[in-house]
């Protein structure tokens, strides 16, 4: 069964340090997402991406954040300077169609970020 | 604004049934999701309602009133792998499509 593989699985960081985190979607998805969900509280949208460009981003996604598809697999989010409160684990999605019309979002098992 | 509200927690027993109530408030409503998450690890889906009415998929049913903004999840023959939190998450027409997610509903199964 096709899945969503997220590298790495937990990343220890110190503050101020850059982070990327990888992401490889369905091969035949066209909607790319990050998720993030800090410990014991709910799944916060960041950025949706579609025909290699964003198309939509939240509050929480500002310039300290992007997100690239260098390749036709890859899909990574990276973190220029990390502050403590980035600690949380993130979550790739991939869906076929837009969520808005049914589209079931694929998660990946997600990248646990620890910032010290 | 946008709301959605989900009880903290429940416990139910093993073989028995219990429902997970979700209330929301968004200006421009365009679908509802529940999701199952073990801790630690990514949400899976379960289920997505548009229309008003019973979504019946084997031992998991969900439950939609757009009038009232409500929503329920309905776990039947419980089993102790279905402890998780369960999410209950609506798309927001008026956000562009996003996806926004209740805090989540920890289900506890006791023997």
């Known amino acids: 069964e096709p899945e969503v593989t997220q590298t790495p699985s937990h990343q220890v960081t110190q503050m101020g340090q850059e982070v990327i985190l990888r992401c490889v979607p369905i091969s035949n998805h066209l909607y790319f997402y990050w998720y993030r969900q800090i410990l014991g509280q709910k799944v916060e949208f960041l950025v949706s991406?579609?025909?290699?460009?964003?198309?939509?981003k939240s509050e929480i996604f500002d310039d300290q954040f992007s997100v690239e598809r260098p390749d036709g697999s890859n899909f990574t989010l990276k973190i220029r300077s990390t502050k403590l409160e980035d600690s949380a684990m993130y979550f790739c999605?991939?869906?076929?169609?837009?969520?808005?019309?049914?589209?079931?979002?694929?998660f990946g098992e997600g990248s646990r970020l620890t910032v010290l | 604004g946008q709301n959605i509200d989900q009880p903290t927690e429940m416990t139910a027993t093993e073989g028995a049934i219990v429902q997970i109530n979700c209330t929301y408030q968004?200006?421009?409503?365009?679908?509802l999701f529940w999701y199952q998450q073990h801790a630690g690890e990514a949400p899976t889906f379960l289920s997505y309602n548009v229309l008003d009415g019973l979504e019946e998929k084997g031992r998991f049913s969900s439950f939609l009133s757009r009038s009232k903004g409500y929503s329920y999840l309905l776990l039947k023959e419980l089993q102790m792998k279905d402890s998780a939190s369960y999410l209950c998450a609506v798309i927001d027409m008026d956000s562009n499509y996003q996806l926004i997610w209740g805090a989540g509903t920890k289900l506890i199964i006791k023997p």
């Open positions: 968004t200006s421009g409503f365009n679908g």
């Open positions: 991406f579609y025909n290699n460009e964003i198309s939509e």
């Open positions: 999605a991939s869906s076929g169609a837009p969520h808005a019309n049914t589209g079931e979002l694929f």
